[in-house]
């Protein structure tokens, strides 16, 4: 699986636009993004998964670039409870191995 | 409501007591994981099984054994359970169709060996 570059932590004011970077250079061309994030100890929680086009869901937004190598996840009104570490992985969608390979991830904060 | 469930949450033993956690989930998924969780380690793989009696190593199998008898469970055993195996143990099973391989965490298991 490619590795993931993220920024360590990041703030955001509550009821913001929460955009975080993750760059994934050597990803091939069945790699999926996914973005995962765990709240204090809690179990990991699925956000959003892509391969080229941008996604949405009700959670969040994943904005890919042209060329694959890096993306943003989109929290578009952070709330409290999104203090969290977001961690984005990129792995073979349903091939291969299940294992998921977090990083450090990106410790957001969101204060009031 | 789909969800993974760990038994106990959290555990206090000492060395060499034989321990299980268990894992249960509702969601009929093939593929079930365990992972430990230490500071600056981020989560690794012990264990995974494919399907009902098919499991294998992950990254950190030694001290663990897995069992998979049926669909729904996947205990994890500590034979002689050490120090060095105080961490935080999550199972996850995994939901797959189409580009979908998105891996269902339960809430966690705190463990400390004494």
Redesign the interface.
Same mark, same amino acid.
């Given at each position: 699986d490619a590795k993931t570059t993220q920024p360590t932590s990041m703030d955001c004011a509550e009821g913001r636009a929460a955009n975080l970077p993750c760059n994934h250079s050597t990803i091939s061309g069945n790699e999926?993004v996914?973005w995962?994030r765990q709240i204090h100890?809690?179990?990991? %929680?699925?956000i959003i998964?892509g391969?080229k086009n941008n996604e949405t869901n009700e959670m969040a937004s994943l904005i890919i670039t042209e060329d694959r190598k890096s993306s943003t996840l989109i929290l578009p009104h952070a709330t409290l409870r999104d203090t969290a570490v977001y961690y984005c992985i990129v792995?073979?969608?349903?091939q291969g191995? %299940?294992?998921?390979v977090?990083? %450090?991830g990106t410790r957001l904060t969101i204060n009031p | 409501e789909a969800q993974v469930t760990q038994n106990p949450r959290y555990l206090i033993t000492v060395t060499g007591k034989k321990l299980t956690v268990t894992c249960s989930q509702n969601m009929n998924h093939e593929y079930m994981s365990w992972y430990r969780q230490d500071p600056g380690l981020g989560l690794r793989q012990i264990y995974y099984s494919m399907n009902v009696e098919v499991t294998d190593k992950g990254d950190v199998p030694e001290g663990y054994k897995v069992s998979r008898k049926e669909k729904r469970n996947f205990p994890l055993i500590l034979e002689s359970p050490s120090p060095n195996q105080t961490s935080l143990y999550f199972c996850a099973s995994v939901a797959r169709g189409g580009s979908r391989n998105t891996q269902y965490f339960g809430p966690g298991t705190r463990l400390t060996v004494l």
């Open positions: 999926y996914y995962y100890s809690q179990g990991p %929680q699925y998964h391969l792995r073979v969608g349903i191995a %299940q294992k998921l977090f990083g %450090q | -």
